[in-house]
């Protein structure tokens, strides 16, 4: 059988394959996605079906291959600021309400962006809470940003945007949260270090039984990720990020 096609049975041991080591439920509805994607890996791997990759994924070198399988599954839409008002509950609601409390004087604020993607949650989310201090005074903040794939957490820790897709709620933020690049960068705005360097990317599986960091969170950002979980999936993932919470 060509890669054009796939038996159900082959496409339903890939799916478990996935389904158990992330918990992303590849439904039907999913096929020619995962047709494509795997058919193009399967070219570069010079394998001819996708029996041969299923052999693969089980041999001594499917450790590292599975890796790649889950990047390539997994879906990576997102920009900056994307659903603001998420933001703007936490500036008006979140933050005004830990700063008021008398316990959390000396405390930092800790948040967790628990589907960072390549970035643009985390960053947006960093400029909201730099935004807060910079009205309010004496407040402080790190973040721990996650994500399943290895490639776009890369691309997070770089922190480096086409100018063109920075879509902020007003233009003077760019000057003072990015810088734009010049000569051969023309057309890129890379994150200031004084917001990266108080967020620390990892890769890390939400379902894994020990995360890549420690220590409660007062915000968890775990947004547009749970569709692809099913309800047993979702429960779960809800009950472990409850007990990351303060």
């Not at 879906?75 to 959390?104: C, G, I, M, Q, S």
């Not at 200031?192 to 890549?212: C, E, G, S, V």
């Not at 960091?213 to 915000?219: A, C, P, Q, T, V």
Request: hydrophobic fraction near 40%.
């Amino acid at each position: 059988m060509s890669l054009d096609q796939i038996l159900d049975a082959t496409y339903k041991h890939i799916a478990g394959i996935v389904y158990r080591n992330s918990r992303i439920n590849l439904g039907a509805e999913k096929h020619n996605l995962v047709v494509g994607r795997l058919a193009k890996r399967c070219r570069q791997l010079r394998l001819h079906t996708f029996e041969d990759y299923c052999q693969l994924l089980t041999s001594g070198d499917g450790k590292a291959e599975l890796a790649t399988l889950i990047d390539l599954i997994s879906t990576n839409h997102t920009h900056f600021f994307r659903e603001a008002h998420h933001f703007d509950f936490v500036a008006n609601t979140v933050l005004p309400e830990f700063k008021t409390n008398p316990r959390n004087a000396l405390e930092t604020f800790r948040c967790w962006s628990a589907a960072a993607s390549s970035g643009e949650e985390a960053y947006s989310l960093a400029i909201t809470l730099d935004e807060y201090a910079r009205r309010m005074g004496r407040f402080s903040w790190r973040m721990q940003a996650t994500d399943i794939s290895f490639r776009v957490i890369e691309d997070a820790k770089e922190g480096i945007y086409e100018t063109s897709k920075l879509k902020l709620p007003s233009p003077a933020l760019h000057d003072i949260y990015f810088q734009k690049g010049i000569g051969d960068s023309e057309g890129l705005s890379r994150v200031r270090d004084a917001q990266k360097d108080k967020i620390a990317f990892h890769q890390a599986n939400l379902f894994q039984d020990t995360l890549p960091f420690k220590g409660e969170m007062h915000l968890i950002f775990c947004r547009n990720v749970m569709i692809y979980f099913d309800t047993v999936s979702q429960q779960l993932l809800i009950n472990k990020l409850i007990n990351h919470l303060l």
